[in-house]
């Protein structure tokens, strides 16, 4: 065979596995994003069925009118955004690391059955957790408008003055034990005599924790928090089932208010996907100050 036969082949193969690949990502990924920014720009409506069978370009205007929108529904949305992504980073991710550096290191007993419990939530879909911790949390004799009551005998609702506490406490307990088993994985991948070798030196559990684990772990840690600030953007099952956005739209986030424009009462698909692209655009930055972050503080692995 040809060295021309062997090339010809060799890239014959790498189409043969890319090209598919490709056209999934494509219709799948590309073309809606493209399509979804494109439809922002527009005045779309619905079409006949909705009585709206025009469509122009209208620019921007969308866009103005997510941030001028009666009530500020965007700005509540982007707070309770905003409440779960640093729930999330300084939560879930702290937590899930704190938890997986005791298993790892085998500072308690039962380090199969806690590493079980903790990682539970997460098969566990989160329609039945909203469900669930809708009857424990909402409601005039919920579980816990009972405690509130323990400490405020006159309150009547639980959840009329701090609404999100209770939807950032289901998410800590539900999406920590994700975090405990990518950090668990990555730190048993440490060299143990690296620490036993500083242990031996001298060097106390933070000092090898701070010294040695930490800054093996900051590329893994940096993915973790890309991947806790995209699913905290894009938020919605949990909460959708659990508070369906109420009361009075206080738990609210940018994927609900994104479906209710798109799919409530008269649909508003110019103003459902400036939400949408908007949400892409917080994310990219919360992400690159992220790895800005890293860059300048972060160790090397």
Known sequence: MSDLTAKREQTFSYLLLVIPAVLVYF???AFPTVFSVVLSLTNYRGGKVFGNSNINFVGLRSYVRVFTYPGGPFYIALRNNMLIVLMSVFGQIP????????????LIKGVDFFQTVIYLPNVITPVIIGILFNSFFLGRYSVYAEIVR???PTAEFGLSKYPMIPVLIVMLWMYTGMYVIIF?????????????AAKIDGASEGQ??????????????????ILAISGSLKSFDLLFV??????????SVLSIFMFDRAFKTSPDYPLAN???TIMVIISFILIAITQLVEK????KE
């Not at 690391?97 to 085998?106: E, G, H, M």
């Open 27 to 29: 219709f799948v990924v």
């Open 95 to 106: 937590l899930g690391f704190a938890l997986a550096y005791i298993l790892s290191r085998k």
């Open 150 to 152: 323990i400490f405020n």
């Open 184 to 196: 668990l994985a990555n730190i048993q991948r440490i060299d143990t005599s690296i620490i036993e």
């Open 208 to 225: 090898a924790l701070w010294y040695i684990i930490l800054p093996s772990l900051s590329g893994v840690i940096v993915t973790s928090a």
């Open 242 to 251: 659990m508070t369906g956005g109420g009361p009075a739209g206080q738990t």
């Open 274 to 276: 400036a939400i949408s």
């Open 296 to 299: 300048k503080f972060g160790g």
